[in-house]
């Protein structure tokens, strides 16, 4: 039977996958599971610290807002939250499978600073990406009004993206650490 090799780095064959030698980055289900689940559980901590520090509708109301849905609905917010924080999380992951990035993603001493940097940008990201659409610039016609911009709102926001990027790389990194079986002996230094 013809065996073909797949984007997860693995070869179909007749009865069952085996590993292929290859140079691109090894994408596995796992490492995407790590990072859906470290996205999930970080995006919970950050919901979680923003509505502490901010206001108990936080979460309610800023989430549906991006869509230009008039809240609070926190149900549907909270959901959508998550939603983000898992698909952030797989953007890290593929990320990481990528040089320079690779080089610190499976420790956890490079795992944090990959999760503060990570942070910091989506930060700017999420910022500049909001600023745009609030205003009309990047489609949706302007969906809703910016609220005024404070010093708390701001701390928040950094320390609430780098606590949910923290979260996801240091998942990924015990995931690659302890369980991935596609990482080199010698390759992860915890």
């Known amino acids: 039977m013809l065996a073909i090799n797949n984007v997860f780095g693995y070869t179909i064959g007749d009865t069952m996958a085996t590993e292929t030698e290859s140079t691109e980055p090894g994408f596995n289900l796992g490492r995407l599971a790590s990072g859906v689940g470290g996205g999930v559980l970080g ?26 849905i008039e809240g609070p609905l926190p149900v549907a917010a909270w959901g959508l939250h998550l939603y983000h924080g898992a698909l952030l999380g797989m953007v890290y992951v593929i990320a990481a499978q990528y040089e320079p990035f690779s080089r610190f993603a499976h420790s956890y001493g490079g795992a944090a600073i990959l999760g503060v940097a990570y942070g910091v940008a989506l930060t700017v990201g999420v910022a500049v990406l909001v600023a745009l659409i609030g ?10 009004q910016l609220p005024p911009i404070t010093p708390s709102i701001v701390v928040a ?14 998942v990924h990194a015990t995931y690659v650490t302890r369980y991935d079986p596609e990482t080199e002996p010698g390759e992860v230094v915890p």
Do not use: C, K, S
């Not at 009309?136 to 302007?142: A, K, Q, R």
């Not at 926001?157 to 240091?170: D, E, N, P, Q, R």
């Open 157 to 170: 926001t950094m320390l609430g993206h780098v606590l949910f990027a923290i979260v996801v790389a240091f």
């Open 43 to 68: 995006a919970l901590l950050f919901g979680l610290l923003v509505e502490l520090v901010l206001t108990d509708f936080t979460v309610a109301m800023a989430v549906p807002g991006l869509y230009g």
């Open 135 to 144: 205003a009309g610039i990047v489609g949706f016609g302007g969906l809703f």
